[in-house]
Protein backbone atom coordinates (compact mmCIF):
# COMPACT_ATOMS: atom_id res chain seq x y z
CA UNK A 1 0.00 0.00 0.00
CA UNK A 2 0.85 3.78 -0.84
CA UNK A 3 1.33 5.99 1.94
CA UNK A 4 -2.07 7.85 0.26
CA UNK A 5 -3.63 4.86 0.57
CA UNK A 6 -2.34 4.24 4.51
CA UNK A 7 -3.41 8.17 5.26
CA UNK A 8 -5.97 9.29 7.56
CA UNK A 9 -6.69 13.32 7.67
CA UNK A 10 -7.46 15.16 10.88
CA UNK A 11 -9.78 17.45 9.04
CA UNK A 12 -12.26 16.83 6.26
CA UNK A 13 -12.44 17.92 2.46
CA UNK A 14 -15.44 17.60 0.21
CA UNK A 15 -17.99 16.80 2.41
CA UNK A 16 -21.62 17.75 2.53
CA UNK A 17 -23.19 19.58 5.81
CA UNK A 18 -25.48 16.82 6.40
CA UNK A 19 -22.58 14.41 6.58
CA UNK A 20 -20.35 16.78 8.20
CA UNK A 21 -22.45 16.66 11.13
CA UNK A 22 -22.58 12.98 11.93
CA UNK A 23 -18.49 12.52 11.08
CA UNK A 24 -17.48 15.50 13.24
CA UNK A 25 -19.85 14.85 16.51
CA UNK A 26 -17.47 13.45 19.41
CA UNK A 27 -20.07 12.21 21.56
CA UNK A 28 -21.60 8.78 21.24
CA UNK A 29 -22.44 7.36 17.70
CA UNK A 30 -24.50 4.94 19.24
CA UNK A 31 -26.17 7.67 21.66
CA UNK A 32 -26.87 9.81 18.60
CA UNK A 33 -28.66 7.14 16.54
CA UNK A 34 -30.82 6.07 19.48
CA UNK A 35 -32.00 9.24 19.73
CA UNK A 36 -33.14 9.47 15.64
CA UNK A 37 -33.96 6.02 15.70
CA UNK A 38 -37.06 4.11 17.97
CA UNK A 39 -35.94 0.54 16.81
CA UNK A 40 -31.66 0.57 17.18
CA UNK A 41 -29.80 -2.65 17.51
CA UNK A 42 -26.22 -3.92 16.87
CA UNK A 43 -25.47 -7.02 14.79
CA UNK A 44 -21.90 -8.32 15.40
CA UNK A 45 -20.62 -9.70 12.35
CA UNK A 46 -16.81 -10.83 13.41
CA UNK A 47 -15.14 -11.29 16.58
CA UNK A 48 -11.65 -12.45 16.20
CA UNK A 49 -8.26 -12.88 17.57
CA UNK A 50 -5.94 -11.64 14.09
CA UNK A 51 -4.07 -9.62 12.90
CA UNK A 52 -4.74 -6.01 12.21
CA UNK A 53 -4.34 -3.63 8.83
CA UNK A 54 -1.63 -2.11 8.22
CA UNK A 55 -2.43 1.25 9.01
CA UNK A 56 -4.04 -0.06 12.24
CA UNK A 57 -0.69 -1.47 13.29
CA UNK A 58 0.97 1.79 13.35
CA UNK A 59 -1.51 3.21 15.58
CA UNK A 60 -2.01 1.06 18.11
CA UNK A 61 1.99 0.16 18.07
CA UNK A 62 1.28 -3.61 17.20
CA UNK A 63 4.26 -5.44 15.27
CA UNK A 64 2.23 -7.17 11.62
CA UNK A 65 2.31 -10.86 12.68
CA UNK A 66 1.14 -9.42 16.78
CA UNK A 67 -2.54 -10.78 18.07
CA UNK A 68 -5.89 -8.30 18.37
CA UNK A 69 -8.94 -8.69 18.70
CA UNK A 70 -10.70 -7.87 16.07
CA UNK A 71 -14.52 -7.28 16.41
CA UNK A 72 -16.97 -5.74 13.65
CA UNK A 73 -20.56 -4.71 14.16
CA UNK A 74 -23.54 -3.09 11.80
CA UNK A 75 -25.59 -0.32 13.50
CA UNK A 76 -28.86 -1.04 12.35
CA UNK A 77 -31.93 1.57 12.70
CA UNK A 78 -34.99 -0.65 12.43
CA UNK A 79 -33.96 -3.13 9.35
CA UNK A 80 -31.50 -0.22 7.26
CA UNK A 81 -27.28 -0.96 8.44
CA UNK A 82 -26.32 2.98 8.68
CA UNK A 83 -22.91 2.31 10.46
CA UNK A 84 -20.03 -0.32 9.90
CA UNK A 85 -17.79 -0.38 13.26
CA UNK A 86 -14.68 -1.82 13.46
CA UNK A 87 -12.46 -2.34 17.00
CA UNK A 88 -8.98 -3.48 17.63
CA UNK A 89 -7.40 -4.11 20.72
CA UNK A 90 -4.53 -5.80 21.16
CA UNK A 91 -4.68 -9.60 22.80
CA UNK A 92 -2.39 -8.30 25.81
CA UNK A 93 -4.74 -5.74 26.59
CA UNK A 94 -7.28 -8.33 26.90
CA UNK A 95 -6.40 -9.06 30.45
CA UNK A 96 -6.16 -5.69 31.63
CA UNK A 97 -8.56 -2.47 30.83
CA UNK A 98 -10.35 -4.22 28.22
CA UNK A 99 -11.13 -7.34 29.46
CA UNK A 100 -14.81 -7.29 28.88
CA UNK A 101 -14.68 -6.25 25.40
CA UNK A 102 -14.44 -10.18 23.94
CA UNK A 103 -18.32 -11.12 25.79
CA UNK A 104 -19.86 -7.72 24.43
CA UNK A 105 -21.87 -10.15 21.86
CA UNK A 106 -25.03 -7.43 20.28
CA UNK A 107 -24.03 -4.52 22.90
CA UNK A 108 -22.93 -1.60 21.74
CA UNK A 109 -19.09 -0.56 22.32
CA UNK A 110 -20.47 3.12 22.57
CA UNK A 111 -21.87 2.30 26.04
CA UNK A 112 -19.11 1.05 27.45
CA UNK A 113 -16.83 3.45 26.25
CA UNK A 114 -18.68 7.20 26.64
CA UNK A 115 -20.17 6.12 30.12
CA UNK A 116 -16.58 5.58 32.10
CA UNK A 117 -15.53 9.04 32.76
CA UNK A 118 -11.56 7.36 32.87
CA UNK A 119 -11.57 6.62 29.32
CA UNK A 120 -10.01 9.26 27.44
CA UNK A 121 -9.92 9.51 23.92
CA UNK A 122 -7.81 10.84 20.86
CA UNK A 123 -8.81 13.57 17.93
CA UNK A 124 -10.77 11.90 15.19
CA UNK A 125 -9.39 10.98 11.82
CA UNK A 126 -11.35 10.44 8.66
CA UNK A 127 -11.20 8.99 5.45
CA UNK A 128 -13.18 8.79 2.28
CA UNK A 129 -12.84 4.70 1.55
CA UNK A 130 -13.54 3.62 -1.93
CA UNK A 131 -13.49 -0.02 -3.35
CA UNK A 132 -10.33 -1.26 -2.88
CA UNK A 133 -10.09 -0.64 0.76
CA UNK A 134 -10.87 -3.63 3.10
CA UNK A 135 -13.26 -1.75 5.59
CA UNK A 136 -15.10 -0.47 2.37
CA UNK A 137 -15.71 -4.34 0.86
CA UNK A 138 -16.62 -5.10 4.49
CA UNK A 139 -19.15 -2.65 4.75
CA UNK A 140 -20.21 -2.74 2.05
CA UNK A 141 -21.85 -6.11 2.41
CA UNK A 142 -25.29 -5.32 4.30
CA UNK A 143 -25.57 -2.39 1.46
CA UNK A 144 -27.80 -3.13 -1.76
CA UNK A 145 -26.37 -2.92 -4.89
CA UNK A 146 -25.50 -0.44 -6.85
CA UNK A 147 -22.60 0.00 -4.32
CA UNK A 148 -21.84 3.96 -3.18
CA UNK A 149 -18.16 4.95 -4.93
CA UNK A 150 -17.06 6.20 -1.67
CA UNK A 151 -18.00 5.62 1.75
CA UNK A 152 -16.76 8.02 4.81
CA UNK A 153 -15.10 6.61 7.91
CA UNK A 154 -13.78 8.02 11.33
CA UNK A 155 -11.32 6.78 13.50
CA UNK A 156 -10.02 7.21 17.40
CA UNK A 157 -7.94 5.55 20.00
CA UNK A 158 -10.20 5.19 23.28
CA UNK A 159 -7.40 4.70 26.00
CA UNK A 160 -8.08 3.23 29.50
CA UNK A 161 -5.00 2.55 32.26
CA UNK A 162 -2.39 3.15 29.25
CA UNK A 163 -3.77 0.92 26.91
CA UNK A 164 -5.85 1.58 23.23
CA UNK A 165 -8.74 0.46 21.73
CA UNK A 166 -9.09 1.77 18.13
CA UNK A 167 -12.24 2.32 16.68
CA UNK A 168 -13.08 3.02 12.91
CA UNK A 169 -17.02 3.92 12.43
CA UNK A 170 -17.69 3.88 8.83
CA UNK A 171 -20.72 5.69 7.45
CA UNK A 172 -23.22 3.92 5.24
CA UNK A 173 -25.59 6.19 3.05
CA UNK A 174 -28.64 5.51 5.16
CA UNK A 175 -27.22 7.38 8.06
CA UNK A 176 -28.28 10.84 6.03
CA UNK A 177 -31.98 9.38 6.27
CA UNK A 178 -31.99 10.09 10.27
CA UNK A 179 -32.40 13.43 11.10
CA UNK A 180 -28.89 15.10 11.99
Known amino acids: MTAQQLAWYSALTSVSPRERRWLQDSGSLTRRIQERCDNFRVQPVF ?25 EVYLFCHQTPVVFAHSVVARKDL ?9 LGN ?12 IKRTPLQFKKLNASHV ?26 HGQSILVTEVFLPAILDLAS
Not at 109 to 117: A, D, I, S, W, Y
Not at 149 to 160: D, E, G, K, M, V
Open 47 to 71: QSLTTAHQDECAIMRLQPDELAMIR
Open 95 to 103: RGAWRGLSG
Open 135 to 160: LFKRASRKLAAPFPAQLWARRSLFTL
Open 107 to 118: KSLGTVLFTNPK
